[in-house]
DNA sequence: GTCTATACTCTGATAGAC
DNA sequence: GTCTATCAGAGTATAGAC
């Protein structure tokens, strides 16, 4: 019975599964995110979690599952905020609160944006049943929330589901593209305080609607 | 003496040289911007590009060699727009002409603009030296220009670069993340048609200087 | 110029000692 | 639970026949 085999299990895992498994998780978010699955190897996700590799198979069947195990886990926590948009709240506010919430995810967790840009990026094959599934009915929830917003004239007119993409490419480009960011800004910029002000005026001009 | 090391060469390549190294470039593109560069196999460039492994490494030295050929061609490409941008022109249509020549790259050229993402997202260890070098300092040279605009009153106050960054977030998006924008979108939709009126109203909207 | 054959290394995964 | 040893297959690259 290894670690991973814990569904069903009356024994809970011991303090040493518990750090390494952790400590594999949290290698092979470095290695996965910043390779992508098939660029990634065993050898380096062991190295950094300070495991042997079959000691790492022990703990997880193979290197799919570390990955499932990773995407899962990242999946909940990415569309947190957007489940935290209040239908009965202030639309702008809402609007504005979302894209900072989101923000700060990219800044607080840029490794697990990059590895859901990287499974995107390569097609989603591990992935697409969450998006399809999870992802776009809340997606299509929430956009039917903005529709109202808009038919009450309480929001400018914006194809919705087109105003979401903006938020996410906004928000995930100061974390994918961190290293372009950085090099082009100099040195005592700091890009996540300096979008937060810009994307706050950019949905703010985009969103408000024309006074009657 | 191979295709590859042509500098400084008399004869100029055959037709079967020229055809197999656009067959190579062409199936590498595929390959390498749908897993990376460690992600890509020889194998399956070669399988692509209808030649045998050998057969490729005849035309390219290395897999490093025939990314690197990818990289420096597609450089050019996506600077283009950007360098487009005339300083003599009026501001707004000047931006929004921009962005809507980087949004056709990203519709014409989805894998040259995930090989880009897929290099960005890995840390750019293949293209820091271009991206410091001719990318900063062409952005430095048209962040200069819309802040000239801007003291002049003739576009909204907003940060140059971020809205550099912006531009290429959101046109980038659709290329990139095209899998998940499809999915979301309802099958009769054509996203970057939309994606086009949405990006002109919200530049728009963001640039258009407040009458004084 | 192109192919078959192959050298050599890396990679995911397993066996079995401790 | 963890390690050494090892396997089978895939990976990049080269040698040499034609």
């Given at each position: 019975m290894t670690a991973y085999q814990l569904d069903g299990m009356i024994k809970q895992p011991t303090r040493i599964q518990q750090k390494n498994t952790a400590a594999i998780l949290e290698a092979a978010l470095q290695v996965f995110s910043q390779h992508g699955f098939r660029?990634?190897?065993?050898?380096?996700?062991?190295?950094?979690?300070?495991?042997?590799?079959?000691?790492?198979?022990?703990?997880?069947?193979?290197?799919e599952a570390v990955h499932k195990t990773l995407l899962d886990g990242l999946l909940k926590?990415?569309?947190?905020?957007?489940?935290?948009?209040?239908p009965a709240g202030e639309p702008l506010a809402e609007i504005k609160s979302y894209v900072r919430r989101k923000l700060k995810l990219s800044r607080d967790f840029p490794r697990e944006s990059r590895l859901f840009a990287n499974e995107i990026l390569q097609g989603a094959p591990r992935i697409l049943d969450a998006i399809s599934g999870d992802l776009k009915q809340l997606v299509d929830e929430?956009?039917?929330?903005?529709?109202?917003?808009?038919?009450?004239?309480?929001?400018?007119?914006?194809?919705a589901r087109h105003l979401l993409f903006s938020i996410w490419a906004l928000t995930q480009h100061y974390a994918?593209?961190?290293?372009?960011?950085r090099t082009i800004l100099d040195k005592d910029h700091d890009p996540f305080a300096e979008a937060g002000d810009f994307l706050d005026v950019l949905f703010d001009r985009l969103l408000r609607a024309a006074p009657i």
């Open positions: 660029g990634a190897t065993l050898d380096q996700i062991a190295d950094a979690a300070g495991l042997s590799k079959p000691n790492l198979l022990y703990y997880f069947p193979s290197k926590t990415w569309l947190d905020p957007l489940r935290a948009m209040n929430k956009a039917a929330v903005i529709e109202a917003w808009i038919a009450q004239g309480r929001l400018a007119r914006v194809p994918d593209f961190d290293v372009q960011v």
